[in-house]
C-alpha cells in the first residue's frame, strides 16, 4: 500500500481544497495522511483521512517556533511514517519539510512534491515581502522532486528565478472545480428565491457577491468602495453586497461598511456551505484581490455561468481574459463600479458572458486536476497507480 501524507500550513486549508483528493486516493488503496497546524479542531478531517497529525507551526516564517518545534515535529512524523509521498501545499508548511529532509539521500527519503497555490512574491509586494518568500523558495528549490504551478505566471517566474529545473516543473490548471456540484442545474429557481428571501431582497432587487476569506490582500474595502460609488452613479441604493467567509478582518470591514453608510446594503454572511445557491442568486461576483493563485471563487463562479468582476492580476487575468467576466486594475473602485453598473444595465450581454464562463472552466474540472495528479504520483513512485476501475470502484 502506498503512503501519502498531506501537509499544510492549517487545517482548514485540507477542507477548503484537498478532501476529494484524500478520498480518491484513499479508494485506489492509498494510506492517506495529514498534518497541520489546528488539526485537532477539524472534525471532518478525521473522516476523510486515515490519520491527522497536530503540528505546532503559523503561517509567519519568521516565527521563530516554527523552528524549535515545528521542524522537529514535521521531521519526526516523515521518519516515522514510512511514506512514500509527502505532497506540501503552502509555503512555509514546504520550506519546513523540506529543510527537516534536506540532509537525507533522495535514494532513502520520500519523494516530495509541492503545489504553489499562487507564489508569495508578486508583482505588487511589498519588496522585503517578496525578497523574502523568494528567498525561501530559492533556497528550498533544490531540495524538491516536482513542482506544481498552477498558473502560467508562476510557471514563468518558476523558471526566471531557476527555483527548480524545467524537468522537475509541473503545470496543472488550479486545484479543481466540481463541474458538477458547481452547475447552473444544480440550484433550483426555490433554492434561489429562498436565499434571496433570506437575505431580505425583493425579487428585482440585485445581489453581487463576494466570497473571500477577510484578509488584507483580499481587499474587501474596494469592494465596499464599489458599492458605494455604484450609489453615487446610478442615483440609487437597491444594490446589496453579500460577503461571504471568514477571518481575522471580518469586524474592520464591517465598520468600514458601516463608515459608508452602507450598513442597510451589506450582509457579512460568514462561512456559507451554499455556496452555489449563493452565487446563481446574484448578478455577479466580485473578487478586488490583489494576489491569487488561480482562485476557487472565480472557478466556481464561472462554472455557475455567472460572470466576475475582477482584478487584473496573476490567476484572475487567465481565467477571464476569455471573456467570463470583467477585469479591472487592482485598486481602482470606479472602474470596478463601472463594472457593476454595466452588470445592471446589459443583463443579456452579462448572462451570455456566464454562459461563456462555463466553456472556459471546463480544463478545471476537479476529475482532470485528479487524475493529473494520478500520473504524477505514478511517476513519482516509479509505478502505475491503480484506477478506480481497477479497484472496482469505476
Not at 471580518?250 to 451554499?274: F, I, K, N, S, T
Request: charge should be neutral; charged fraction near 20%; include cysteine.
Amino acid at each position: 500500500m502506498p503512503k501519502v501524507l498531506f501537509l499544510a500550513n492549517i487545517a482548514r486549508f485540507f477542507t477548503d481544497f484537498l478532501l476529494p483528493f484524500a478520498d480518491h486516493f484513499r479508494a485506489l488503496g492509498w494510506q492517506v495522511d495529514a498534518a497541520a497546524a489546528e488539526m485537532t479542531g477539524c472534525t471532518e478531517c478525521p473522516l476523510h483521512f486515515d490519520r491527522t497529525f497536530d503540528l505546532e507551526w503559523s503561517r509567519n516564517p519568521l516565527d521563530t517556533q516554527n523552528f524549535l518545534r515545528g521542524l522537529h515535529q514535521v521531521r519526526s512524523l516523515i521518519a516515522e511514517g514510512g511514506y512514500d509521498l509527502i505532497h506540501i501545499h503552502t509555503p512555509v508548511s514546504a520550506f519546513l519539510a523540506r529543510l527537516a529532509l534536506r540532509g537525507i539521500p533522495p535514494q532513502r527519503r520520500p519523494k516530495i512534491i509541492y503545489t504553489v497555490h499562487g507564489y508569495h512574491f508578486h508583482k505588487r509586494g511589498h519588496p522585503l515581502k517578496n525578497l523574502v518568500f523568494l528567498g525561501i523558495e530559492k533556497l528550498a528549490g533544490p531540495w524538491t522532486d516536482y513542482l506544481v504551478v498552477i498558473n502560467r505566471e508562476d510557471e514563468q517566474a518558476t523558471l526566471r528565478y531557476n527555483i527548480v529545473p524545467q524537468n522537475r516543473l509541473r503545470y496543472m490548471p488550479g486545484i479543481g472545480v466540481d463541474l458538477a456540484h458547481y452547475s447552473p442545474s444544480s440550484v433550483s429557481p426555490q433554492q434561489i428565491t429562498a436565499i434571496r428571501s433570506e437575505l431580505g431582497l425583493s425579487p428585482e432587487q440585485p445581489l453581487f457577491v463576494m466570497i473571500a476569506e477577510y484578509d488584507p490582500e483580499k481587499r474587501h474595502r474596494d469592494a465596499l468602495q464599489a458599492l458605494a460609488r455604484l450609489n453615487q452613479r446610478t442615483g440609487r441604493n437597491d444594490a446589496v453586497l453579500a460577503l461571504a467567509g471568514v477571518g481575522r478582518l471580518m469586524e474592520e470591514v464591517r465598520r468600514q461598511a458601516q463608515a459608508l453608510g452602507l450598513e442597510p446594503q451589506v450582509r457579512m454572511l460568514g462561512w456559507r456551505r451554499d455556496v452555489p445557491t449563493l452565487v446563481r442568486a446574484a448578478c455577479a461576483t466580485l473578487l478586488p484581490s490583489e494576489r491569487e493563485g488561480l482562485p476557487r471563487a472565480v472557478l466556481e463562479s464561472l462554472a455557475l455561468e455567472v460572470p466576475v468582476i475582477g482584478c487584473n492580476i496573476r490567476g484572475v487575468q487567465e481565467l477571464l481574459e476569455g471573456g467570463g467576466g470583467l477585469l479591472v486594475e487592482v485598486g481602482d473602485v470606479e472602474a470596478m463600479a463601472q463594472g457593476m453598473q454595466w452588470i445592471l444595465e446589459h443583463p443579456q450581454e452579462a448572462a451570455q458572458m456566464g454562459q461563456t464562463g462555463r466553456q472556459r472552466v471546463a480544463a478545471y474540472d476537479l476529475k482532470n486536476i485528479i487524475r493529473l495528479h494520478e500520473m504524477l504520483y505514478s511517476e513519482a513512485i516509479g509505478k502505475a497507480a491503480p484506477t478506480l476501475s481497477q479497484v472496482g470502484l469505476g
